[in-house]
Antibody
Framework: EVQVLESGGGLVQPGGSLRLSCAAS????????MNWVRQVPGKGLEWVSI????????FYADSVKGRFTISRDNSKNTLSLQMNSLRAEDTAIYFC????????????????WGQGTLVTVSS | IQVTQSPSSLSASVGDRVTITCRAS??????LNWYQQKRGKAPQLLIY???SLQSGVPSRFSGSGSGTDFTLTISSLQPEDFATYYC?????????FGGGTKVEIK
């Protein structure tokens, strides 16, 4: 059974940092692109970042470029999102999302989603 | 690429045929996916590549379209289908979602 489980959310002050993690199981992690997607509670979905299967390629939404860094460890089946210089508008539920294949050169559909971890940026 | 969904909400009865549309700001071929999200839950993939039914999804869901105009159809609405639906283009970065369509009980 495919599972992706996020952790690391919480309350952080504006300008602060937070690192989200995602533990994956039930599939060959090293063969799939992975993504982070966020959602302000009660609002729509916003794609945040993608990383290719071997971590050669990463992309970011303009809203987080230069502040967030996506990474992965294929030996541990884990995905991470380092979030720096956090702003109030980064407050959202962050989902770890598996793509159905690799990014080569297009993204694939998002076939499995974690339950999300809430990040709140507030003083 | 901007993706515009319509309507933003609709009210329908069990058994109704429901259609949701998604328009891309430029051609995305068939790189369009549909997701269902129930309250408090993560989204789930329904349709990928515009018209392919994800494994395990009931056949009352179908998708069509290519280029810029796409449609999600629920042939006979069931009680468990009341949810919010999102389209998403996977043609180019940044990946973008439509604003969502909330399907409510009439």
């Amino acid at each position: 059974e495919v599972q992706v489980l996020e952790s690391g959310g919480g309350l952080v002050q504006p300008g602060g940092s937070l690192r989200l993690s995602c533990a994956a199981s039930g599939f060959t992690f090293s063969k799939h692109a992975m993504n982070w997607v966020r959602q302000v509670p009660g609002k729509g979905l916003e794609w945040v970042s993608i990383i290719s299967s071997g971590a050669e390629t990463t992309f970011y939404a303009d809203s987080v470029k230069g502040r967030f860094t996506i990474s992965r460890d294929n030996s541990k089946n884990t995905l991470s999102l380092q979030m720096n210089s956090l702003r109030a508008e980064d407050t959202a539920i962050y989902f770890c999302v598996k793509a159905s294949g690799d990014y080569n050169p297009r993204s694939r559909e998002f076939d499995y989603w974690g339950q999300g971890t809430l990040v709140t940026v507030s003083s | 690429i901007q993706v515009t969904q319509s309507p933003s909400s609709l009210s329908a009865s069990v058994g109704d045929r429901v259609t949701i549309t998604c328009r891309a700001s430029q051609s995305i071929s068939s790189n369009l996916n549909w997701y269902q999200q129930k309250r408090g839950k993560a989204p789930q993939l329904l349709i990928y590549a515009a018209s392919s039914l994800q494994s395990g999804v009931p056949s009352r869901f179908s998708g069509s379209g290519s280029g810029t105009d796409f449609t999600l159809t629920i042939s006979s609405l069931q009680p468990e289908d009341f949810a919010t639906y999102y389209c998403q283009q996977s043609y180019s970065i940044p990946l973008t979602f439509g604003g969502g369509t909330k399907v409510e009980i009439k």
